[in-house]
């Protein structure tokens, strides 16, 4: 290929090419209606609605027992040697994706004086995964805020 025609290939795909503007043009349209819902989407995400019992499932892991617990806003539960508070409980609006979030703090009275707690934090009924009690013998899940 001769200089000047790679040249001209370079200068042709630096201006985008034939019919690049009018592709440009159909596209801004698009890319507008794209950015307006954007924004509206994302706040809709934050909204959440703080409620007082949150719906846990708790699992005997040695017994394999699966209890389902009512737990009120800062009134423990007790499940075999586990103490379960909820700090916190939320859940999405009806009209999005169904979700809860709870904050809990989770004891073990076999645990040793003065060591942290078996699990406090963030707990998310559709990612339970996502940060989850780490104990031997039982598993909490969250299923729902009311």
Not at 49 to 66: E, M
Not at 81 to 98: M, Q, S, W
């Amino acid at each position: 290929m001769s200089n000047e025609r790679a040249q001209g290939r370079a200068g042709r795909a630096a201006r985008g090419g034939p019919g690049s503007a009018a592709r440009a043009g159909r596209c801004l349209p698009v890319l507008g209606l794209l950015a307006a819902l954007l924004p509206a989407q994302g706040a809709g995400q934050e909204h959440w609605i703080p409620r007082q019992v949150a719906t846990l499932q708790a699992l005997d892991k040695v017994t394999a027992r699966v209890s389902r617990l009512e737990a009120r806003l800062g009134e423990p539960v007790r499940f075999g040697t586990l103490t379960i508070t909820v700090r916190a409980c939320h859940a999405r609006p009806p009209d999005e994706v169904p979700d809860a979030a709870v904050w809990l703090d989770i004891q073990d009275s076999r645990a040793p004086a003065g060591a942290p707690p078996a699990f406090r934090g963030w707990m998310f009924a559709e990612a339970p995964a996502v940060h989850a009690l780490e104990h031997p013998v039982y598993d909490i899940r969250v299923l729902a805020c009311r």
